[in-house]
């Protein structure tokens, strides 16, 4: 079953074009005392341009924030996927940067992963990792880790060398 249009487009459009181009937007209202809240507002405004019967209910996506040194992560946690490329997270990384003014924010490197959910030629369920690029381009980097938070991040940090000492 290929993905429902609205999730994969607020996955797969919406979060790594804000990234790529409105990056301190983003930071500032994932850092904020609501961002799931924000993130519904998002949603609901995506599933104005769809035809009625691609919207979907709010999801409750789940946001958490951290820091891995120089780094900034942030983690948006989606309910269990249902087709192939939908995902079960999705992490920004924003840096190095030394502080946290949006000029630092929209200047500094970032990446956006995602754990997406898949099948092998079998038919086997499995994960597979991909990055939308800085260019707006998808790199899919083949099978994931487990879908777990912790093993998607433990496996991001060591691609990008965060791994802490």
């Not at 993130?39 to 104005?48: G, H, I, N, Q, R």
Request: glycine share 8%; with cysteine; aromatic share 10%.
């Amino acid at each position: 079953m290929g993905p429902r249009p609205h999730h994969y487009c607020f996955v797969h459009r919406l979060l790594p074009e804000l990234a790529r181009n409105y990056l301190g937007a983003l930071c500032g209202a994932m850092l904020s005392e609501q961002p799931e809240q924000i993130l519904k507002e998002w949603w609901d405004t995506l599933a104005k341009d769809l035809p009625e019967a691609e919207r979907l209910p709010w999801p409750s996506i789940s946001v958490d924030r951290g820091r891995e040194g120089s780094h900034l992560l942030i983690l948006f946690t989606f309910p269990p996927p249902e087709g192939s490329t939908e995902a079960y997270f999705s992490v920004v990384i924003v840096g190095p940067i030394a502080g946290a003014s949006v000029d630092e924010i929209n200047a500094a490197p970032r990446k956006y992963y995602v754990l997406e959910h898949g099948f092998s030629l079998d038919g086997t369920v499995r994960t597979v990792l991909a990055e939308w690029t800085s260019a707006g381009t998808h790199l899919n980097y083949g099978d994931g880790p487990t879908p777990s938070a912790e093993a998607f991040l433990s496996h991001i940090k060591k691609m990008e060398g965060l791994e802490a000492s």
